[in-house]
Every structure is written in C-alpha cells, then in structure tokens.
C-alpha cells in the first residue's frame, strides 16, 4: 500500500508539528550529510526553528568560510562596488552624526563652567548689565534655598537638644525622688530601745560614729542627747 499524498499547509496542532519538524530536520541534516560524502560537495545547511533555536551542518571546520565562499561567487566585482560605496556613505554619516554630537556636548560643558565661575564671582566683565542681574536673581534664589536648607537643619538640632534636656529633667526628677525617699529613712525618730534602762541613751550606731550618715543626722542625735541629759538632772 501506498503512502498517502500529505498537503503541503502549516500543521495546526503544536505536539504534531513539533514532531514533524524533528523527523524532517534530522533527515534534512542526513541527506546533506550523504551529498557531501558521496559526491565530495562542499555543503552549508542552517536551520532555525519557530523558537528560534538554531540547526547547522558544513562540511568546512567553520561555516563562515563556506559563507565567504558563497557570498564572493554570487555578488560580482561590478555589483559589490556599489555596496561598498554605500556602506562608506553610510559611516560617513554615522562620523558627522557623532561628531554634532560631541560639538553639542562640548558647548553644553563650557557654558556649564563659565556659569560656575560666574556664579563664584569670576569672569564677571564680559557680562552686560542684563545678564548680571539675572545672575543676582540667580545667586539670591540659590542663598534663599541655602538658608532654608540651614533653617531647617538648625530646627532639628534645637528640637533635638530640647528632646535631650527634657529626658535629663526626667532623670534629675527621678534622681530626686530617690534622694528624698532615702534621706526620710535616716531621719526616723528614735524609740524606746534606743534609750537604756537608766534613762540614757544607747552607744550610736557604727554608722553614726564613722560618719556614713548625713552630718545633719549628727546634729539632731546630739540635740536630743541634751534634752534626755536635762530630764534626768
């Protein structure tokens, strides 16, 4: 039986043209194979798939050299004059293109520099009168915004420093509390068993005889020694 006639049309279904495209690639790639071996032909085959993935074959170790080849027998001396001519018009253009540039880039730096210096007080002669006023308006607008910039870098420290003052004040507050809290518990009055059975009182403490305590803890201790003294005599 036969194979069937196939109609030459795109395949619609992707999996079935991705499998025809392998099976007629590799046998594409085998018959130029056969062609060189057999009839000793020097032989180029490129190929690229609908993803772009590419497909070669060449008999020579590099196929540029088959692609020189080919290029140099199918354009004639009279027919590759033209094109070379063109390709010179071509970077020609390209050379004037860049070099409008660089003349456009080149003005753009000095007139930059001169309005530097201009602005640094510099070169101010060949300027008209005109032109020295809008520098002014230049040089007052930039110290306006200079003064901002520093304004408002000013502000940050002073509501820095307040914000510092404030946490010490709350410190100093605590620190306060603490001293008056500690001073209450040395001034307890004293109690009967601080006064011995004959009416006197007892030996003062250690921490009173080598000072540790406030000196005014002294002071007190001693005015009420002179108050039991008096009541006994």
Do not use: W
């Not at 018959?31 to 032989?43: G, R």
């Not at 071509?90 to 753009?108: G, H, S």
């Not at 101010?124 to 870098?153: D, F, M, V, Y």
């Amino acid at each position: 039986m036969g194979r069937g006639k196939v109609e030459l049309k795109r395949i619609e279904n992707k999996i079935s043209r991705q499998v025809t495209f392998a099976k007629r690639r590799n046998g594409l790639l085998k018959k130029a194979y056969e062609l060189s071996v057999l009839c000793d032909a020097e032989v180029a085959l490129i190929i690229f798939s609908s993803r772009g993935r590419l497909f070669e074959f060449s008999t020579s170790s590099c196929m540029y050299k088959t692609l020189e080849r080919y290029r140099s027998c199918n354009h004639s001396p009279e027919a590759s004059a033209p094109l070379e001519a063109e390709l010179v018009i071509i970077l020609f253009l390209n050379a004037i293109n860049n070099y409008q540039e660089y003349l456009k880039l080149k003005t753009r730096v000095e007139f930059l520099q001169t309005t530097q210096r201009n602005l640094l007080g510099e070169d101010l002669g060949p300027l008209s009168t005109k032109e020295l006023e809008q520098l002014e308006n230049q040089i007052e607008i930039s110290l306006k915004h200079i003064r901002l910039a520093k304004g408002q870098q000013l502000n940050d420290q002073l509501f820095e420093l307040k914000r510092k003052e404030q946490e010490l004040q709350d410190a100093n507050k605590d620190l306060r509390k603490k001293i008056q809290a500690t001073g209450s518990e040395n001034f307890l009055p004293m109690t009967l068993e601080d006064v011995g059975p004959s009416g006197h009182a007892n030996e003062p403490s250690q921490e009173l005889r080598l000072g540790v305590c406030d000196p005014s803890l002294h002071i007190g201790y001693q005015v009420y020694m002179d108050h039991l003294s008096n009541e006994s005599a």
